[in-house]
């Protein structure tokens, strides 16, 4: 997936309108650095990439076959995103294997953030768990709409949409068109 463009240490990254709202991509030469949610507006969308847009070039070209392999989730199409590289430099080690664990749980399922931690490695971290997903610099892609509180109800999604778009993207996937995130 990389592209000749972006190349060394420089970022890249484009905002597209696609089926749910406005989502927003920024990669770097070893994959998926931040991806916005589905965002109601352009502004959100890029603000959600956060500060490191100023570094980026916009390069459609080079974000490309990512955003193609979202829109193709956002419109139900069965997608992949696991297989896509991702680069999430920042955040604790703790928070790293959160977001792994919460690649593994299948489309249309959930697990709890009990269980987040506990596949993290840390059983007894339930709000640690819950402050990766909060953190989280690739929705989608680290399918934290997946994750619920213990009763199974839908808590703390976030961007400007929340949780009907969490309920929105499970229904969605269990309607049979999205194979994994």
């Known amino acids: 997936m990389e592209s000749e463009t972006v190349a060394g240490n420089s970022l890249a990254y484009d905002v597209v309108e696609l089926a749910l709202g406005w989502v927003g991509i920024l990669v770097s030469p070893r994959g998926l650095r931040r991806t916005s949610l589905p965002e109601p507006s352009v502004e959100a969308a890029m603000s959600a990439l956060g500060p490191e847009i100023g570094q980026a070039a916009h390069d459609p070209g080079a974000v490309g076959p990512y955003m193609s392999k979202i829109a193709s989730y956002l419109s139900g199409e069965a997608v992949d995103l696991t297989r896509l590289p991702v680069d999430p430099h920042r955040g604790t ?31 007894r971290a339930v709000r640690a768990a819950g402050q990766a997903m909060a953190r989280n610099p690739l929705p989608l892609v680290v399918p934290c709409h997946r994750v619920v509180g213990s009763d199974g109800g839908l808590h703390g999604f976030g961007g400007s949409v929340g949780l009907p778009l969490k309920r929105r993207l499970l229904e969605l996937e269990r309607r049979g068109g999205v194979v994994a995130a």
């Open 93 to 123: 080690d703790f928070f790293h294997r959160a977001w792994a664990a919460c690649r593994t749980i299948p489309a249309g399922e959930t697990r709890t953030y009990a269980w987040l931690a506990e596949a993290a490695g840390r059983p």
